[in-house]
């Protein structure tokens, strides 16, 4: 069977995170993507730290798979360069500020000339129009300017930085992909592509929808104080005795009951309490005792409480083991080896080679010779 993006030619103009991911996730799927990077440095990810040869881990693990032409795009004979690929391409996705695509001669309208059916992807931070659109900044500045940032403070009222970069990849990368298939579909029946305008902030907003839900009633939500950002002993992260971390969401009463119960309080005692001192409550029951009593206690129980672990034990957890998220491998140009990135692609669509390469700067520039 072949995979669902077979014959898809992909060019992608993007750097770094958003859009690389992207391509990443259709090129898994079966897609070939053409990535297109500056002569001499190349995608700025290349040289972050740290490194696998030539190359830095980040880049080789977002890039698995696909080919790499090296162009200036303001050279004169870019887009003659170009066009020959755009002419039989399906999806572009760029990442530029607005309006950069089309003083380089290859924004939408212009090679909608050219190629009617192409699918032409804008992955920006505010969108391609709004007051912000020309605005620059990063992750953390979308995740601030969507009000998710604000959610994150604790009592002291400081906000968190967030562990991964939410904008870029839930605002990003995962609409980009979405959108491209919706639009792929949508040539399918009309024959002709479209521009998508994928916004990373604006994208932040569905993962408030309780919040923008409370917010429509009056009721709008603030730090340490709603079901899933630190109101309720329901949903808290407690200190053990020795100084480790549980992740208690016993949300409903069923689990909520089932876990009270094995911590040794009393549900009926804990519900006229404020949430603050039932809190407080939890926190001495479960800083009595060790992590480890309180998994042994735990296990096999409905109560939906697990341990923080660090990322290098969640890699060798027995369970993504069993589940193969890092059976595949990435290898860099000069024969490097990385376990390949986990991604949100079945493996009933995921290309069939367990083992694919990251491409050298420029190494595949003969196709624009073609």
Not at 75 to 103: H, K, N, T, Y
Request: aromatic letters at 8%; proline letters at 7%.
């Amino acid at each position: 069977m072949s995979q669902p993006l077979t014959g898809v030619k992909v060019l992608d103009f993007s750097t770094l995170l958003p859009g690389p991911l992207c391509s990443l996730l259709l090129a898994e799927a079966g897609a070939e993507v053409i990535k297109f990077e500056r002569p001499g440095r190349g995608d700025e990810m290349r040289s972050y730290e740290p490194k696998v040869d030539d190359d830095s881990a980040n880049f080789v693990l977002l890039n698995r798979g696909k080919l790499s032409i090296a162009i200036d795009l303001k050279s004169p004979r870019a887009l003659s360069q170009l066009l020959p690929l755009i002419r039989e391409a399906d999806v572009l996705i760029e990442q530029f500020r607005p309006g950069v695509m089309d003083r380089l001669g290859l924004g939408y309208a212009a090679l909608a000339e050219v190629n009617p059916r192409l699918v032409y992807c804008s992955i920006t931070g505010f969108g391609q129009h709004g007051p912000r659109a020309s605005e620059a900044a990063h992750d953390l500045n979308y995740v601030a300017a969507s009000g998710t940032l604000s959610l994150t403070a604790g009592n002291d009222g400081a906000p968190v930085l967030p562990p991964a970069l939410i904008a870029d990849i839930a605002g990003g990368t995962y609409p980009a992909m979405i959108n491209i298939l919706l639009a792929l579909r949508q040539r399918d029946q009309t024959g002709r592509g479209v521009h998508l305008d994928v916004a990373m902030a604006d994208n932040l907003f569905t993962f408030q929808y309780w919040g923008l839900g409370n917010g429509a009633l009056g009721d709008w939500p603030a730090p340490a104080s709603g079901l899933v950002t630190g109101g309720t002993p329901r949903y808290q992260v407690y200190r053990t005795a020795d100084g480790a971390f549980l992740a208690a969401a016993p949300l409903e009463d069923k689990f909520w009951d089932n876990f009270v119960a094995l911590i040794g309080l009393d549900a009926n005692a804990l519900a006229p309490m404020s949430p603050h001192r039932a809190i407080e409550a939890v926190a001495a029951a479960i800083a009595r005792h060790p992590v480890a009593y309180w998994e042994d206690r735990f296990a096999g129980q409905d109560v939906c409480t697990s341990r923080v672990v660090s990322l290098e034990e969640a890699r060798r957890d027995p369970h993504f083991q069993a589940r193969g998220l890092f059976d595949r491998s990435v290898t860099t140009a000069a024969g490097g080896t990385l376990p390949a990135l986990p991604v949100p692609v079945d493996a009933a669509f995921r290309r069939t080679d367990r083992s694919a390469a990251s491409p050298a700067l420029g190494a595949h520039n003969q196709l624009l010779n073609r």
